[in-house]
């Protein structure tokens, strides 16, 4: 017999809120790490342009996307004012070096593909595991 499995990002998080174990937590970092770029939503006008963190329990918490689609889709459920949000894709270098700018604010946890198949992580392992991102 043959088992097929499903090789995608969103089964990965799947896998991991069913096992829990440190195996599937990596394979969903080895997706992340696959991808050629990161999305970020940008909230605001002119100069006054800001990362999009949402506050779950008092806590900031990073927004992350894998694609273009899944961070407007949040956003766009999520923020009222279309008009002054912009989805932003970095590569994966640029993206540590936003992501670390955004720890520098103080912003604690971090989300993946906000939505049904949402990813978190503390900011020390998101820091550990995206300095490890260069191509």
Same mark, same amino acid.
Not at 26 to 35: L, P, T
Not at 42 to 49: F, H, I, P
């Given at each position: 017999?043959?088992?097929?499995?499903?090789?995608?990002?969103?089964?990965?998080?799947?896998?991991?809120?069913?096992?829990?174990? &440190?195996?599937?937590?990596?394979?969903?970092?080895?997706?992340?790490?696959?991808?050629?770029?990161?999305?970020?939503?940008?909230?605001?006008?002119? &100069?006054?342009?800001?990362?999009?963190?949402?506050?779950?329990?008092?806590?900031?918490?990073?927004?992350?996307?894998?694609?273009?689609?899944?961070?407007?889709?949040?956003?766009?459920?999520?923020?009222?004012?279309?008009?002054?949000?912009?989805?932003?894709?970095?590569?994966?270098?640029?993206? &540590?070096?936003?992501?670390?700018?955004?720890?520098?604010?103080?912003?604690?946890?971090?989300?993946?593909?906000?939505?049904?198949?949402?990813?978190?992580?503390?900011?020390?392992?998101?820091?550990?595991?995206?300095? &490890?991102?260069?191509?």
């Amino acid at each position: 017999m043959v088992r097929i499995e499903k090789q995608t990002y969103d089964y990965a998080v799947e896998q991991l809120h069913q096992s829990r174990t &440190s195996q599937a937590r990596k394979r969903v970092w080895d997706f992340i790490n696959a991808e050629p770029s990161l999305f970020f939503v940008q909230c605001g006008s002119g &100069s006054s342009v800001v990362p999009w963190i949402m506050f779950e329990e008092d806590n900031p918490l990073a927004m992350v996307f894998t694609s273009w689609e899944r961070a407007q889709q949040a956003a766009s459920s999520c923020i009222e004012q279309q008009h002054e949000i912009r989805v932003v894709g970095l590569p994966t270098d640029a993206a &540590s070096m936003y992501i670390n700018a955004i720890a520098a604010q103080g912003v604690s946890h971090v989300c993946f593909n906000h939505g049904p198949q949402r990813f978190d992580a503390e900011m020390d392992e998101v820091l550990l595991v995206v300095g &490890s991102m260069s191509r």
